[in-house]
């Protein structure tokens, strides 16, 4: 059965590592639904967030290839029930004065900001989970949306649980 998945890899910071990593994906015709990248407390490692979509079989090929690799130091399937998940996604629409306050009023359901105002146009700025994203998105697809733009997920386990290179 398919269904989405979610990584949690440490890697070390090197030059070509997230090149490796989503090469990795492609030459094997997997696709990456979402991937952040970041750095750590610790400078020498990054944290990759990677969500994908396939079968159990796609999710185990996947983590034995990027086991393989040589900068990859630990890798951790995360349930979504059991972790914090965000996606900060920004978001121009049409925003007349007369649509203004709709607008205002959807952004404060979703305790969205309003980043930029221009004559024309609003630019707000959202972060959430993914689902309440695409909620957001639906609401504001009245007033005319002229560009997206999204993150992608970051998440951490929630509890004691972490990404470290402790056993």
Request: hydrophobic share 40%; with cysteine.
């Amino acid at each position: 059965m398919e269904r989405e998945y979610i990584l949690s890899v440490l890697v070390q910071n090197n030059a070509g590592v997230l090149c490796r990593v989503s090469g990795l994906f492609g030459r094997r015709g997997y696709n990456i639904t979402s991937l952040t990248v970041g750095e750590t407390l610790d400078p020498r490692y990054s944290r990759m967030t990677i969500v994908l979509y396939g079968n159990e079989y796609i999710l185990e090929q996947i983590k034995k290839q990027l086991a393989k690799l040589e900068e990859v130091e630990k890798i951790v399937e995360v349930e979504p029930s059991s972790a914090v998940f965000r996606e900060l996604m920004l978001v121009k629409v049409w925003a007349s004065a007369g649509s203004r306050a709709g607008i205002i009023e959807i952004c404060n359901v979703f305790h969205a900001t309003i980043a930029d105002l221009s004559p024309t146009t609003a630019t707000i700025e959202m972060t959430s989970t993914p689902a309440k994203n695409n909620a957001f998105l639906d609401l504001l697809a009245e007033y005319g949306i002229l560009e997206v733009a999204r993150t992608g997920a970051a998440g951490l386990q929630r509890g004691e649980k972490h990404l470290s290179l402790e056993k």
